[in-house]
């Protein structure tokens, strides 16, 4: 219901621009090109220390500044209708990672989120996302579906604050694809999406399970990362 309620309000209350506060729009023009990294698009990232298992990542946009102050509007604040554009930034790093295409079907598989997390905002922030990319890529043309398969076997802590050794170990065997959802990898690319990604832990840990599962991960694409993860020499 909150996420509901949420949906209403924006619909009759004035807002700020999430990105610089500007009044009277969610996302003004100059915030959104931020998103598109000044029109650069996306970009190869790689976390240091690589964590073993972690596929091949890009980016949309570096974390910093709107870009930031978008993405935690979306994900804690509720402003659900921040999922559009933000959804189009990761678009643009799902066609950077490749794969599907020659009419081989593509799935986007977000990275679930603790049921608590959900509980607590109202929403699943980074499945949001990942249906707004899915709807991007789709209205260019791209044959790509949502699949959400992951789910979490056991609790781990709050990653925040925790060095990259520390997340490796946190998360470590916390995924897994449930049941006979396997069967729906079967001769699919799957890329792996989230928000966010700093160490890589959390995304080498689903990469492991949806190939434990018979999936063939070809990628992971997010919307941001941190400006120094960026390859911008093309490696």
């Known amino acids: 219901m909150r996420g509901v ?13 999430a990105g610089c506060g500007q009044p009277r729009t969610e996302l ?9 990294r000044g029109g650069r698009g996306a970009g190869r990232v790689r976390p ?9 990542v890009w980016a949309g946009a570096p974390y910093a500044d709107e870009v930031r102050a978008v ?15 933000l959804g189009a930034v990761l678009a643009g790093a799902v066609r950077g990672v490749g794969g599907g295409g020659g009419g081989t079907p593509l799935l986007l598989v977000p990275v679930p989120s603790a049921r ?13 996302i990942a249906w707004a990319a899915a709807a991007e890529l789709r209205r260019a043309g791209r044959g790509v579906r949502v699949l959400a398969v992951l789910r979490q076997r056991r609790a781990v802590v709050d990653q925040a604050g925790l060095a990259a050794r520390q997340r490796l170990l946190n998360v470590a065997g916390a995924l897994e694809v449930p049941g006979a959802a396997g069967r729906l990898l079967t001769g699919v690319s799957v890329v792996l999406v989230d928000d966010l990604v700093t160490t890589g832990a959390t995304l080498a840990e689903a990469a492991r399970a949806l190939r434990a599962a018979g999936g063939r991960v070809v ?17």
Request: glycine share 10%; net charge positive.
């Open 71 to 85: 993405l935690l509007a979306h994900k804690e604040r509720g402003a659900l209708r921040l999922a559009a554009p």
């Open 116 to 128: 608590k997390a959900v509980a607590g905002r109202g929403h699943d922030p980074v499945r949001r």
């Open 28 to 36: 003004c023009a100059e915030c959104r090109r931020a998103l598109w």
């Open 48 to 56: 240091w220390p690589v964590p073993a298992g972690l596929p091949r």
């Open 219 to 235: 990628g992971a694409a997010v919307v941001a990362a941190p400006r120094s993860s960026f390859l911008f020499n093309g490696s």
């Open 5 to 17: 309620w949420r949906e209403l309000a924006g619909l009759v209350l004035p807002v700020d621009c």
